[in-house]
């Protein structure tokens, strides 16, 4: 049964980074898609990142775009988002999502696999 853990969520100051790592078991993962959303209080999951199987494509959500990374490394089934000028509003739970032969679909509902989600904070 596949497997995602979230990892590298805390309280930052506004202008300040992070980088999340989500590790991935029980399923091939240098074959998957893998994305980031994340979702707010009292608000709906969002996407935030993606990158495709074959890593040679990426896709960022306009709110994080030229802030926020994604990167993978297939050797150990990890896939990062390392965050850089970070924002109150990017405060949330961060999930991991993966899904085999995934392209690095935007859609929530094109994911199979989830992680159970890290807490970002950021203070102004």
């Known amino acids: 049964q596949a497997q995602l853990v979230e990892s590298g969520g805390g309280v930052v100051l506004a202008g300040g980074s992070l980088r999340l790592s989500c590790a991935a078991s029980?399923?091939?993962?240098?074959?998957?898609?893998m994305a980031w959303f994340r979702q707010a209080p009292g608000q709906d999951r969002e996407f935030v990142s993606a990158?495709?199987?074959?890593?040679?494509?990426?896709a960022y959500a306009d709110s994080v775009k030229g802030r926020f990374t994604i990167s993978r490394d297939n050797a150990k089934n990890t896939v990062y988002l390392q965050m850089n000028s970070l924002k109150p509003e990017d405060t949330a739970v961060y999930y991991c999502?993966?899904?085999?032969w995934g392209a690095g679909a935007s859609s929530s509902q094109q994911y199979d696999h989830w992680g159970q989600g890290t807490q970002v904070t950021v203070s102004s």
């Open positions: 999502a993966g899904k085999l």
């Open positions: 029980g399923l091939t993962f240098r074959l998957s898609g």
């Open positions: 990158i495709g199987w074959s890593g040679g494509m990426a």
